[in-house]
């Protein structure tokens, strides 16, 4: 009888998350004290978005060749640590570049594996999934909150060992979780050419580009403008972590909001609140009871509208193409739509500031919204709803808190 490692699974979760939690709100403001611009530190941090381009893929192909997915993630979990310890020694833009490229190639390569192995672990309870997921986000807030709380009383340099500490959890669960036999499905499915060539396809994968960009400010320079303006560090991480619960109550209720409202609708209110959110986040950083509002939105503007779009591919995408669905959803979106969003608050920030930029952020968001207005129809979700009544947190997985 199969044993699923439900703590084994959980804890690599758990800290893969954790690493996130650590990084992304707080290493913009390690960049920051070692003087680099803003223009540099976008540039740098893309370097996370520009791997997931084509990184997944590579690992996954090498996982193919050598059938031994764990044995991958393993290889991705020590090289990701050990790429890392370059941060201890580096300082110049060209060795920071490099080592940001490394870890971030490294790094990209083990979630997709870790997921299929999961749910081939799970094999007939696929609905076990949420609990497992679950503890990815609790280890987010985690490392936000407790990262803030150790920067509010150590210098930065400190958050390179917080990090690590993050690093060395993902290889000891890496070192943990035991492979799983694949479970394949012999279902019919459309070529992929040719799901692509659907104007509803085309239109929504330009939509979560377009989304995706207009988070790219959000990701690289939220904490940065936050301590521009006094905020202090475990505020910042207080804040973080208000997005990510109200990530995790969407999640939760995401089953019945799908079967009352419909999928569509639900893409049209996220980019709508996206629209609004960036512009309070860049015009009203002054007041915190705004700043707590534009973060409450952050379960529509990632929460709502990630599960919304996976649900959507999961339907489009039907059979054996589906994998590579959500694969080209990850790299259009998370991957491109970051980069770009990225790099373009880099450029945007050190000449107009932070209004200006978050207001660009606000105008991808609406090129959104008119793509699905415009070409994405409530006839085409029809029976969408029934993925998120089975698992609401199923249709949500993805590398994002």
């Not at 497992?132 to 150790?150: D, E, H, P, Y």
């Not at 320079?221 to 973080?240: K, M, P």
């Not at 790299?331 to 969003?341: H, N, P, R």
């Not at 000449?351 to 968001?365: D, E, I, Q, V």
Request: with cysteine.
């Amino acid at each position: 009888m199969h044993t699923l490692p439900y703590w084994r699974l959980s804890g690599y979760y758990f800290f893969y998350f954790a690493f996130i939690g650590a990084f992304s709100p707080y290493f913009g403001l390690y960049l920051q004290s070692l003087s680099f611009s803003a223009w540099d530190i976008g540039l740098l941090m893309s370097q996370m978005q520009l791997m997931r381009l084509f990184a997944p893929y590579v690992w996954g192909a090498l996982a193919d060749r050598l059938a031994q997915r764990i044995v991958v993630v393993r290889l991705a979990a020590l090289l990701s640590l050990l790429g890392f310890l370059a941060f201890f020694n580096v300082r110049s833009f060209a060795a920071m570049l490099i080592a940001m490229a490394l870890l971030a190639f490294f790094w990209s390569a083990a979630l997709p594996l870790v997921e299929t192995v999961t749910f081939d672990h799970l094999r007939e309870d696929p609905a076990r999934y949420s609990r497992i997921r679950l503890w990815g986000s609790i280890g987010f807030i985690v490392a936000v909150m407790g990262t803030g709380a150790v920067l509010d009383s150590l210098p930065l340099p400190s958050l390179l060992w917080v990090i690590v500490g993050t690093l060395i959890g993902i290889l000891i669960y890496a070192l943990a979780v035991p492979e799983a036999p694949s479970q394949h499905l012999a279902r019919e499915h459309l070529p992929v050419a040719t799901i692509l060539r659907q104007t509803r396809v085309r239109a929504l994968f330009a939509a979560c580009f377009a989304m995706s960009a207009a988070h790219g400010a959000l990701y690289v320079f939220y904490s940065i403008h936050l301590a521009d303006h006094h905020y202090s560090t475990f505020l910042v991480g207080s804040l973080w972590s208000l997005g990510v619960l109200t990530e995790i109550v969407i999640f939760f209720f995401m089953g019945g909001l799908l079967s009352r409202f419909g999928l569509r609708a639900i893409l049209l209110v996220s980019f709508a609140a996206a629209v609004v959110r960036f512009l309070m986040i860049g015009w009203g950083v002054a007041w915190l009871s705004v700043i707590v509002l534009a973060q409450l939105l952050h379960g529509l503007t990632f929460g709502a509208y990630h599960a919304a779009a996976i649900a959507a591919i999961n339907r489009w995408f039907p059979g054996r193409s589906q994998a590579r669905g959500q694969a080209l959803y990850s790299s259009v979106s998370f991957g491109a739509g970051g980069l770009v969003g990225s790099l373009l608050s880099g450029w945007t920030w050190e000449r107009w500031g932070a209004g200006p930029t978050y207001a660009l952020s606000s105008t991808f968001a609406l090129v959104g919204l008119l793509f699905v207005a415009l070409w994405v129809h409530r006839a085409d979700f029809d029976e969408v709803g029934e993925v998120g009544e089975k698992d609401p947190l199923r249709v949500a997985e993805g590398s994002h808190p």
